[in-house]
């Protein structure tokens, strides 16, 4: 296979701990990488790269692991801009705003929806991100639900099942009879297409034992748990998924010193969603107390038309870094090695022997940039799969 080494790396940014004590980023400087295929072969110093079939010159900029959004919703129609000029200008977010969503899915083609996704997710691979897992949950229906992890396997491997995101209207007088559901024929129909399973914990969505219920039923069926938790308020969610070894908790904005403490004996992930608390205007998660506890915290998009519309985990960075208590090593840790952790992937989030080749090359001599200049689009280059691809 042909080799490449892009050299002359200003700072190259591992997540490989072992190479800097004071850093989980494990920074080289003056710094090489070689990829063969669609794997990353070598890392060090470029002084001392060995011979490729290639090269190609970083020119002093910083390369950093590809962004790995593990929490997205891109299987979707329509638009909530009314809502979101609503709330903006003083109502509260509740998650009633799901239902408009619903309609407008529901009556989107294949096509249609297809479409967005892959739109979607090409936005997100200019800014960086090589990895998007996505989720169904617009459709409940059994049809609806299957149609739209049929379209997000199309485009990822990063699939959840989240028929459990909302109580749809026409169940609104039996919730019992929608959870049978979501367990019984949705998830018979749904299973084949999904790695993980999902549930929206909340007042207003599903209790502790209908999450239960749900999460189980996935489980039994080969799909692995993870949980909206703790976004709206305090609730079951972090302990149920810690309990049920979720392999993320996400939102956790609401948060006892009991489920601090079980999330860093466990290992559920932290998945922190800042992009929602900066479109609602609600409270931010406090990273520093569960990272100060010792749990592995990862920073996503939450990319969905209602409560967080935005696929820039650089924009993430930023808000963690400036509203959530993180410093800038912690937010590109959490939004590269700490997705991949929340995906229980351990071939992406890093740069070291035997990672996929998936990096970002940035306009910029230093990572921490992407919270030093806010909104800039510091995105020079992105390697998928050891292929340039932006």
Not at 113 to 136: D, F, I, M
Not at 290 to 309: M, Q, Y
Not at 339 to 361: K, M
């Amino acid at each position: 296979m042909t080799t490449t080494a892009i050299i002359n790396i200003a700072t190259l940014v591992t997540n490989d701990p072992s190479l800097h004590a004071e850093s989980p980023l494990g920074p080289i400087h003056d710094a090489a990488v070689v990829i063969e295929g669609n794997r990353v072969v070598w890392t060090g110093e470029t002084r001392k790269a060995p011979a490729t079939d290639n090269a190609v010159d970083a020119g002093g900029r910083a390369v950093i692991p590809g962004f790995v959004d593990s929490h997205s919703h891109l299987v979707f129609a329509g638009d909530r801009t009314e809502e979101f000029n609503a709330r903006m200008s003083g109502r509260p977010y509740s998650a009633g705003g799901i239902r408009t969503t619903v309609a407008a899915t529901r009556a989107a083609t294949d096509d249609e929806l297809s479409a967005n996704v892959a739109r979607y997710l090409a936005e997100a691979l200019r800014q960086g991100t090589t990895t998007l897992e996505t989720k169904s949950g617009y459709g409940l229906t059994v049809e609806d639900e299957a149609r739209a992890l049929r379209i997000a396997a199309r485009h990822t491997d990063e699939v959840t099942y989240l028929g459990a995101h909302i109580v749809p209207p026409d169940y609104a007088d039996d919730p019992a009879g929608y959870v049978d559901l979501v367990t019984g024929a949705m998830l018979d129909a749904c299973a084949p297409y999904a790695r993980w399973v999902d549930v929206f914990c909340e007042k207003g969505a599903f209790d502790g034992d209908q999450a239960r219920a749900v999460l189980t039923a996935g489980r039994a069926r080969g799909l692995h748990p993870r949980v909206h938790a703790n976004q709206l308020g305090h609730g079951p969610g972090v302990q149920l998924a810690v309990e049920l070894d979720a392999a993320s908790a996400d939102h956790c904005t609401h948060l006892t010193d009991v489920d601090v403490d079980a999330l860093a004996q466990g290992s559920t992930v932290a998945t922190l969603l800042p992009g929602a608390e900066f479109s609602t205007r609600a409270a931010w998660p406090d990273a520093r107390r569960i990272l100060d506890a010792g749990a592995t915290v990862a920073l996503s998009t939450d990319c969905n038309p209602g409560s967080s519309f935005t696929s820039s985990m650089p924009f993430c960075i930023a808000l963690a870094v400036r509203d959530m208590g993180m410093t800038p090593d912690e937010a590109l840790w959490s939004a590269t090695a700490g997705g991949a952790a929340a995906l229980r992937r351990t071939d992406i989030g890093r740069i070291t022997p035997g990672a996929r080749a998936d990096l970002v090359v940035l306009d910029a001599p230093s990572p921490v940039h992407l919270a030093y200049r806010p909104g800039v689009p510091l995105v020079h280059a992105v390697w998928q799969r050891g292929e340039r691809v932006a």
